[in-house]
C-alpha cells in the first residue's frame, strides 16, 4: 500500500489503521452484506468502520439477519434471479434444523464455528442437478413434523443469548425487517401458538422484478432494538413448555395454512388450491401477548 494520499492525523501515517478498515470493508461486503454486483461492495458498510474502536459495538448477526431476510424477500418476486447475502448462515440454519438435507460432517471442538463443520456438497450440473432439484423440493413436500430438528441448539439457548427474544424490526443502514420469536416457540422448546400480528411496515413497494423493492417503516421502529427489556418475550406468558418437540395448539395448522403456500410443486390433478389469504389490515393488539 502506498503512503500518499493516505489519512494523516496529527503527523502520524495511520496505514495499519486504514490497512484494517479496508480488509474489514471486502470481508462484510463478500461475507455477511453479499449483492449481485459481483466485484462491488455496498458503500454503507464503510459508514460502520470509520471509528474501529465502535466496531465491537454493533450486532453484526442481527445485521446480517435483517440483510438477508429483505434478500429473500427481493427473490421471492416473480422476476427476480439469484439469490445473495449471507448464504453460508441461510445453509446452516437448513443443516441444523432439516437432517434430511444434510451433508456429511467433520467432528470439531465445541470452540470451533458450527457452520465449518459441514463438508460443502459436490455441485452437480445439468441433468443432474435438475433431478436433485426435484428431488429435494419432494421432500420439502412430504416434509413432516419429525423430519425436523426443533432445538438442534438445545432448549435454553435464549437464556445464553437473550437478544433471541427480542421482539420487533432489525436493521443494516436504511434496510428493517420485522423479526418475531412468537412464531417459530418450538425453536425454544415451547409449544407453537398462534402469534398475534406483528409489527408491520407503513408502506412498502414490491414489484415483479424486485429491483426496486422498498419498504418503509415509521421512525419510532428505530429505538425498539434499544430497549431490549420491554421488547422481550416472555415465553412462560405467551406459551408453556413442549411436551413433544414438535407441539402446537389445536387451531395453529388452520392458521398457517391459510397464510402459507402448503407445496412447492404444483398439484396434478384434483381440485386446485385455495390461494392463500392475504392479511391487508393488521391489528396491533400483539402487544397484549407481551408483558410490556
Known amino acids: 500500500m502506498h503512503a500518499e494520499g493516505l489519512l494523516v492525523r496529527g503527523g502520524v ?42 466496531f465491537t459495538d454493533y450486532a453484526w448477526g442481527a445485521g446480517a439477519l435483517a440483510y438477508l431476510y429483505r434478500q ?26 432439516f ?6 460432517q467433520l467432528p470439531q ?3 470451533a464455528p458450527r457452520a465449518s463443520s459441514w463438508i460443502s456438497p459436490r455441485l452437480p450440473g445439468g441433468d443432474e442437478a435438475r433431478q436433485r432439484l426435484a428431488r429435494y423440493r419432494q421432500l420439502l413436500d412430504e416434509l413432516s413434523a419429525d423430519d425436523v430438528t426443533w432445538t438442534p ?13 427480542y421482539t420487533g424490526p432489525i436493521r443494516f443502514s436504511d434496510i428493517a425487517e420485522g423479526y418475531d420469536p412468537a412464531r417459530c416457540l418450538r ?19 414490491r414489484p415483479a422484478s424486485g429491483s426496486s423493492y422498498i419498504v418503509f417503516w415509521d421512525p419510532w421502529v428505530n ?25 402446537i395448539v389445536e387451531e395453529y395448522v388452520d392458521w398457517f395454512l391459510a397464510r402459507s403456500h402448503p407445496r412447492i410443486t404444483h398439484p396434478t390433478d384434483g381440485e386446485p388450491q385455495p390461494r392463500p389469504l392475504l392479511v391487508h389490515q393488521v391489528s396491533y393488539d400483539f402487544l397484549l401477548l407481551f408483558q410490556i
Open 109 to 111: 471442538s465445541p470452540d
Open 153 to 165: 441448539y438445545g432448549r435454553d439457548g435464549h437464556i445464553d443469548i437473550p437478544r433471541s427474544l
Open 187 to 205: 425453536q425454544f422448546g415451547y409449544r407453537q401458538i398462534i402469534p398475534r400480528a406483528m409489527t408491520v411496515p407503513h408502506d412498502q413497494y
Open 99 to 104: 437432517p434430511l438435507f444434510r451433508p456429511s
Open 223 to 247: 429505538q425498539l432494538w434499544d430497549n431490549v427489556a420491554a421488547r422481550r418475550l416472555d415465553l412462560d406468558f405467551a406459551s408453556r413448555p413442549c411436551e413433544q418437540p414438535s407441539e
Open 13 to 54: 501515517l495511520k496505514i495499519k489503521e486504514m490497512e484494517v478498515q479496508c480488509y474489514l470493508f471486502v470481508l462484510l461486503g463478500s461475507t455477511l452484506f453479499v449483492d449481485k454486483s459481483r466485484d462491488r461492495l455496498r458503500p454503507a458498510i464503510n459508514l460502520f468502520l470509520k471509528d474501529h474502536r465502535r
Open 72 to 97: 429473500l424477500g427481493v427473490a421471492t418476486r416473480a422476476g427476480s434471479k439469484g439469490l445473495c447475502g449471507c448464504l453460508t448462515l441461510l445453509q446452516a440454519w437448513i443443516y441444523e434444523y
